[in-house]
């Protein structure tokens, strides 16, 4: 007999908790309207004014009194059970994972072996009643960060190392001045009422200094105590600060890179147990990656609208080289499969355009990403050859250019003060409004 079979037998209670995971507190008109603001396949994250934790809390069933004692009772069942595994066992277990993870995320073996590593070596120490982890997932969005994680946790709780198969995520940003002894403590409180799991904390680089301080605590204590008494505990969870940045290739190490590490307050950074960080990915992930979206697309179209859709031999390649240049990587790729091939070609079929008897073929010629059945051709996307700059790109077209000596030292002295007050708040320092005076020229 299964473990959940057997914890529903031994305890009645996680059958009314199950009702309430199934139909809510509030029912189930809320719980769809909440769904609605989230976006499918998103870490979506806690908005403000919100005390109802975001959708991969969806999974975990909102508990109090027996019901919470019942809680408790599954996931120390669950705690007991880890710490029974042999380290051979555990060596088994997250090598499946660990081949899981390679074959849906491209490109970044090595940012899946220390994933690994943030995980494994918690189950190993076995150090029940504490945190397990603090962790950093940093690197170039669309690289693969959030798909990791979600099969990484969703592997753990299949293989009975956790009992629940989603992650909670916060978004600290979202947490203003007059929120912060309301909304995010009761959030916080909501996050961390379940005895185990794992909680991803997003939008540090935007958040209240008083945020960074109770959320520092926590990494750093296990707990934080409010004035008003409330103590919110961490342990026996996951703590994963995640954030999107580019990463220095030069300064791949042992060590945090100095590209990310500036952009994390220094008392949290010093926190920091563990770290993964994911690489910009190469044209050829991107073309595997490309070839493996639009065929699984192409195969959806197939079943639900019989259409039969091929594609030219070179689409992949020169698709691959333009959306590498939008440093968006999997993002590019999401979008571009989702929103101007699969729903464009879908609507085509709706309008008549195609038919079930249509022979399709994708091209791409010049900046034109495209279908052509019979004598219609059907415009997919445009894709011009553009790279996205970025700051350190502006900036270094604003220094090559010749003169404009004065516009330069200023635009400098301007970030860097700007750099100077993210540092100053981030340590709990009062910051002084920036104020720009322009001089006009009437004359």
């Known amino acids: 007999m299964g473990l959940?079979?057997?914890?529903?037998?031994?305890?009645?209670?996680?059958?009314?908790?199950?009702?309430?995971?199934?139909?809510?507190?509030?029912?189930?008109?809320?719980?769809?309207?909440?769904?609605?603001?989230?976006?499918?396949?998103?870490?979506?994250?806690?908005?403000?004014?919100?005390?109802?934790?975001?959708?991969?809390?969806?999974?975990?069933?909102?508990?109090?009194?027996?019901?919470?004692?019942?809680?408790?009772?599954?996931?120390?069942?669950?705690?007991?059970?880890?710490?029974?595994?042999?380290?051979?066992?555990?060596?088994?277990?997250?090598?499946?994972?660990?081949?899981?993870?390679n074959s849906h995320v491209l490109g970044q073996g090595r940012y899946i072996d220390d994933l690994l590593v943030c995980f494994k070596k918690s189950f190993l120490a076995r150090d029940k009643g504490s945190i397990q982890n603090t962790i950093l997932l940093c690197g170039p969005s669309g690289t693969g960060k959030n798909l990791s994680l979600n099969i990484m946790i969703n592997e753990l709780y299949k293989k009975k190392l956790t009992p629940y198969k989603s992650y909670s995520t916060m978004d600290l940003s979202q947490y203003g001045e007059k929120d912060i002894h309301t909304n995010f403590i009761v959030d916080c409180s909501a996050l961390f009422s379940y005895g185990i799991g794992t909680v991803c904390?997003?939008?540090?680089?935007?958040?209240?200094?008083?945020?960074?301080?109770?959320?520092?605590?926590?990494?750093?204590?296990?707990?934080?105590?409010?004035?008003?008494?409330?103590?919110?505990?961490?342990?026996d969870y996951f703590l994963i600060l995640y954030m999107d940045a580019e990463v220095n290739l030069n300064q791949a190490g042992h060590q945090i890179p100095v590209s990310i590490a500036d952009k994390v307050p220094p008392?949290?950074?010093?926190?920091?147990?563990?770290?993964?960080?994911?690489?910009?990915?190469?044209?050829?992930?991107?073309?595997?990656?490309?070839?493996?979206?639009?065929?699984?697309?192409?195969?959806?179209?197939?079943?639900?609208?019989?259409?039969?859709?091929?594609?030219?031999?070179?689409?992949?390649?020169?698709?691959?080289?333009?959306?590498?240049?939008?440093?968006?990587?999997?993002?590019?790729?999401?979008?571009?499969?989702?929103?101007?091939?699969y729903s464009v070609l879908l609507d085509a079929r709706a309008r008549g355009k195609l038919s079930s008897?249509?022979?399709?073929?994708?091209?791409?010629?010049?900046?034109?990403?495209?279908?052509?059945?019979?004598?219609?051709?059907?415009?997919?996307?445009?894709?011009?050859?553009?790279?996205?700059?970025?700051?350190?790109?502006?900036?270094?077209?604003?220094?090559?250019?010749?003169?404009l000596d004065s516009v330069k030292t200023f635009v400098h002295e301007l970030l860097q003060t700007v750099k100077l007050q993210k540092q100053r708040e981030a340590l709990g320092g009062k910051i002084t409004p920036m104020a720009l005076h322009i001089r006009r020229n009437n004359s």
């Open 4 to 101: 959940q079979k057997w914890l529903r037998i031994v305890l009645p209670e996680i059958q009314l908790i199950d009702f309430i995971q199934k139909e809510g507190f509030r029912g189930k008109k809320q719980r769809t309207a909440l769904g609605r603001q989230t976006m499918a396949g998103v870490s979506s994250s806690i908005p403000s004014g919100s005390n109802i934790p975001g959708p991969h809390h969806a999974g975990i069933p909102q508990s109090s009194g027996a019901i919470k004692e019942a809680a408790r009772d599954v996931t120390l069942g669950i705690k007991n059970l880890t710490l029974n595994r042999s380290n051979e066992e555990l060596d088994h277990l997250f090598n499946e994972i660990k081949h899981t993870l």
């Open 201 to 235: 904390f997003t939008g540090v680089e935007k958040a209240h200094s008083v945020v960074i301080s109770y959320v520092t605590k926590l990494f750093r204590d296990g707990y934080f105590r409010t004035p008003e008494g409330i103590v919110v505990s961490a342990s």
């Open 267 to 341: 008392g949290l950074l010093r926190e920091i147990q563990s770290f993964s960080y994911t690489e910009p990915l190469t044209v050829d992930s991107l073309r595997t990656i490309l070839h493996t979206q639009l065929h699984k697309a192409s195969a959806t179209l197939q079943r639900q609208a019989q259409l039969n859709i091929q594609f030219d031999p070179n689409v992949y390649s020169v698709l691959a080289e333009r959306l590498l240049a939008t440093k968006k990587y999997g993002e590019a790729v999401h979008d571009l499969v989702e929103n101007n091939f």
């Open 357 to 403: 008897s249509s022979n399709i073929l994708v091209k791409m010629e010049d900046h034109e990403f495209f279908a052509e059945a019979d004598k219609v051709r059907i415009l997919l996307k445009t894709i011009s050859i553009i790279k996205e700059e970025t700051l350190e790109d502006i900036l270094n077209e604003l220094n090559s250019l010749v003169g």
